[in-house]
């Protein structure tokens, strides 16, 4: 008899977590003998708890607030995704109980498009600007994957025009392609614009509303709000009331679960509306 697979996600608090009822459809799913462990670790003890995974047997963790950026310089190896986003939220243990980081935020990002432009993305956007409201750790996620898709322009917005400033500055690549939009015009970056992004927890369940004009939004556009709680935002409701495609924050987090799952369990796991539901339900 084999011992389980075991994995986990690392946070403080842990309890709120949505990634053991995800990863757990997986692995009844597709019938694997493992688990994944709420694990609450408070930041003085990350360092010892992410130094005894291997002992534990653990197959590796995801990493959520306060880790990720502590994370960045813990792991023996941290690819180039984690290292341009500055912050680290899986890890998978080598069989050298060697720690491996990388960062999917971007990857979840993409893939959740994917799901409801298809080769759009792809293609860049068609070389049409996209408007990206927020400059924190979501937005980095989000500007990397734009980035990488071969978006050229981007309209960074936020209401600290100095936190905007520095994401364009330390992102390579970021710099080049931005166009730094002080809050009071976000109305005004929307027009021509192929997507607009909300990274912002204005419209969250608990904060303030987002309050923006789409009537310079083309028709044509896709808005994509990360958020996730509410499930549609006052954002989307608003875009999908005047005939805009909207792209919710939920196929984020369940699409950037998928590498960590791969590198833990061995499978590649499907994004379905049955993981959706079985998610929500525990919403």
Known sequence: MTDILRAGVMGWPVSHSLSPRLHGHWLARYKIDGSYEALAVEPAGLVEALSRLAEKGFQGVNLTVPHKEAALALADTVDDTARRIGAVNTIVVGKDGELAGSNTDAFGFIENLRDHVGGQVAAGWSGRPVTVLGAGGAARAVCTALLDCGVADIR?????????????EQLPGLGQCTT????????????????????????????????LDLADLPIDAAVNDIVY??????????????????????????????????????????????????VLAGM
């Open 180 to 211: 730094i939009v002080p809050w009071r015009d976000r109305a005004e970056a929307l027009d021509g614009a192929r997507l607009l992004v909300n990274t912002t927890i204005l419209g969250m369940t608990g904060q303030e509303p987002l309050e």
């Open 229 to 278: 709680a509410p499930l549609e935002t006052a954002l989307l409701a608003q875009a999908r009331q005047r005939g805009n495609q909207v792209v919710d924050g939920l196929g984020m987090l369940l699409h950037q679960a998928r590498p960590g799952f791969r590198g833990w369990f061995g499978v590649d796991p499907t994004v379905d509306d049955e993981l959706r539901q079985a």
């Open 156 to 168: 960074l917005v936020n209401r600290t025009a100095e936190r905007a400033v520095s994401l364009a």
